[in-house]
């Protein structure tokens, strides 16, 4: 039988060269995306056209009320977006609370009942360095917990969390997944993209991404907003 | 300044002892709900009137959307809730894939914002030990991942998690709470509580409660649903 996997697939490059890399290594793949009141929404729309579109088995959006949490740029409306630069040493204000253990919690719960024994996720310790669920000892720690917390742990099986990514630059990334085939016209990064999914091309994510095509020599295929075209 | 601590509060007595144990060694309780698409839904309205006449400093209730992922009677209404009893070494089927899990993280979240140091749930090993995400080692695991997900480890805090009852049989935690001035008459436990919170008094959840109460030598102030009232 086909081994199963679940893919955190948020519609940005990064999770869709990992759905990429799972399905090159054979899994059958079923990706899971969150709705968390990001501004970015029209990431969704391309997180479900990106599933389908790469053979995936199955896709579900679950939704994240980080409304009573509140706390981030990216999930309050009263805290601006940067637009400067990610400083280092410092978690960006984009940084939403505990996000990654959230969804890599909802995620361990649809392995359990998938009887999925891999979870990939595209987290990269390069690029968000400020990001402290970023880190290879987080993903360890989650992992190990996970094998406690489910029927997983107890019926014998292991579950390994993959970060095909972690320690790649953007543009190995951008390498490997155009290797693997990867359209990334249909991927968003923008922390801010409009309704269509083009990009501002001005925040974080966005400069890192055309860094990362530049510093590949692979030609940017993103669609910026007509105003900050460079 | 007074600790601030975050409660996970289900409106169960166990959760409710647990805020009197937080309130009583003197933190500032903030208290967290979550509505899972739950059969007992009663049991969100009964948190809301215990944290407050607790004397605890906010409330809030938490979306979980676990809809989309399945595999449990509390939450698929295609399952039916035993009445049997709790056999031994297995995992019920109330149980909710990785629930805790799920809880803990968005209660993490919350402890970050709130610049909280301390986290209190009221997970039992005693009375149900078919609950892999119940055991201490669980816990430990998670408080272990959570120093290392968030802000709060970054920046040399570090988050405690603290499970008062973990060890304690249902009889002791209703003397426990007792002596700390809780009304059992406002919390629910049913699996299957009806609108104004009435037990069915024969489900798992009802039945250890039920002796409980014996075993404590306490009046039970619970009220049943007429039919089952015995």
């Given at each position: 039988m086909q081994k199963k996997a679940v893919i955190l697939l948020s519609g940005g490059l990064d999770s869709a060269t990992v759905l990429a890399?799972?399905?090159s290594q054979g899994y059958e793949c079923h990706t899971?995306?969150?709705?968390?009141?990001?501004?970015h929404k029209a990431e969704l729309d391309f997180a479900a056209d990106l599933s389908s579109s790469m053979g995936a088995k199955s896709h579900r959006v679950v939704n994240v009320d980080m409304g009573p949490i509140g706390g981030s740029a990216l999930t309050d409306t009263r805290i601006d977006v940067p637009v400067s630069g990610v400083e280092d040493g410092d978690i960006p204000v984009t940084y939403v609370p505990a996000r990654n253990t959230v969804f890599?919690?909802?995620?361990?719960?649809?392995a359990e009942v998938l009887k999925s024994d891999d979870l990939f996720i595209g987290v990269n310790a390069v690029d968000y360095s400020g990001y402290p669920d970023c880190r290879?000892?987080?993903i360890d720690a989650f992992e190990?917990?996970?094998n406690l917390a489910t029927k997983?742990?107890?019926?014998?099986h292991t579950l390994n969390i993959q970060t095909p990514l972690i320690a790649l630059t953007k543009a190995q990334i951008i390498q490997m997944g155009t290797e693997l085939g990867v359209d990334y016209s249909l991927t968003v990064s923008c922390y801010q993209a409009d309704d269509l999914g083009r990009a501002c091309g001005v925040c974080d994510s966005c400069r890192l991404r055309k860094q990362g095509f530049e510093?590949?020599?692979?030609?940017?295929p993103t669609r910026y907003l007509p105003m900050t075209n460079p």
């Open positions: 890399i799972a399905s899971i995306s969150f709705n968390y009141g990001q501004r890599l919690s909802y995620a361990l719960a649809l290879q000892e987080y190990k917990m996970a997983i742990g107890v019926e014998g510093d590949a020599n692979i030609q940017d």
